[in-house]
């Protein structure tokens, strides 16, 4: 069984001992728990491809103690990602620059730039600041499947396959980061997070604001539930037949059965409650549906997973 351990000071230890050994040790952050391994050791690196089975094209966000040592870590560290992480950092954004020397090539899948970031959670940064080394983390979980946001989550997807669990509680944001590429002129948005388009001063990719979901046949699936997962209009969702668990934005005027849950009517909100409520319901129903959110920019992120979680039909 993987040690699970308190972020006490002797925990934070231990966590760092097998770090440098180059085993796995998941640890919260505030977006979602990371899976973390020496993004310098390439045999760390290995270990935790395999562990998530996660497919070697697909880069690591690689994570830092503190903003100043970004520039040490990358070739080029742009106007706009200087003045980025000035803003946001500590917090739930990834900034992709061109990869300077010391990362291991498995950590970046064959490419040459780094996603790097700077976590808000007193633990991830207690633990970075132990190590001689910056930390490689994806979501802690089976490649494709529920991003975990609690120590438990971890263990039910990854078991064995991580050395051991550094227990922080609840993900306050609850999604992962918002990822931009810094290496144009003007940064983009790689993958929505909680952080928009518009706030960073990005331009927005794949969703348009106000424009509806891409055909999810056309989507990666990843972030999957265990059962499958539909998105809904609201008057569908209330008339769904029985065995399916419901999710709405905003409480409905139909009566709330024991397997529904009914999430905050705010895109942050909902997004921080996302993935906690639908580890709750996979385990109590045959199918999930969802009710389809709002369109406009502030849901980008949560219409994003979800659409990535839908079963194609
Ligand atoms: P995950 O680790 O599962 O949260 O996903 C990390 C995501 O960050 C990847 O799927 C990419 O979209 C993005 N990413 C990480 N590193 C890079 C990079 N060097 N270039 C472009 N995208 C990156
Ligand atoms: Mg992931």
Not at 103 to 114: D, K, M, N, R, Y
Not at 290 to 307: C, F, G, I, Q, Y
Request: charged share 20%.
């Amino acid at each position: 069984m993987p040690e699970r351990l308190d972020p006490t000071p002797d925990g934070l230890r231990r966590a760092a001992e097998l770090l440098a050994a180059g085993l796995l040790v998941a640890f919260p952050t505030e977006t979602v728990y990371g899976l973390g391994a020496d993004a310098t050791n390439p045999d760390a690196i290995r270990r935790l491809y395999e562990a998530k089975g996660r497919p070697t094209h697909n880069p690591l966000i690689v994570h830092l103690a503190k903003a100043e040592d970004a520039p040490r870590w990358a070739a080029e560290w742009p106007e706009s990602a200087r003045r980025l992480a000035q803003r946001y950092w500590p917090g739930p954004l990834t900034l992709v620059v061109p990869v300077g020397a010391g990362i291991a090539p498995e950590t970046l899948a064959g490419g040459s730039t780094v996603g790097l970031r700077v976590p808000d959670h007193p633990v991830a940064l207690a633990l970075l600041a132990l190590l001689p080394f910056p930390l490689a983390a994806p979501s802690a979980n089976a490649s494709g499947t529920l991003s975990p946001v609690e120590a438990a989550h971890v263990l039910a997807s990854l078991g064995d396959r991580v050395a051991a669990v550094l227990d922080g509680g609840r993900c306050r944001v609850g999604i992962e980061s918002t990822v931009v590429d810094c290496t144009d002129a003007v940064p983009r948005v790689l993958r929505p997070g909680v952080l928009t388009a518009e706030e960073i001063g990005a331009t927005a990719a794949g969703f348009t604001t106000g424009g509806a979901l891409r055909s999810p046949g056309l989507l990666d699936r990843h972030y999957a539930p265990a059962v499958p997962l539909r998105l809904v209009s609201r008057p569908e969702l209330e008339r769904a037949p029985d065995g399916v668990a419901r999710v709405f934005f905003g409480a409905p005027d139909c009566p709330v059965g024991e397997h529904d849950a009914v999430l905050p009517r705010d895109p942050r909100a909902a997004a921080a409650a996302l993935y906690a409520t639908l580890w709750n319901v996979q385990s109590r129903a045959t199918a999930i549906w969802v009710e389809a959110p709002p369109t406009n920019d502030e849901w980008h992120a949560v219409r994003d997973r979800l659409s990535r979680a839908v079963v194609p039909s």
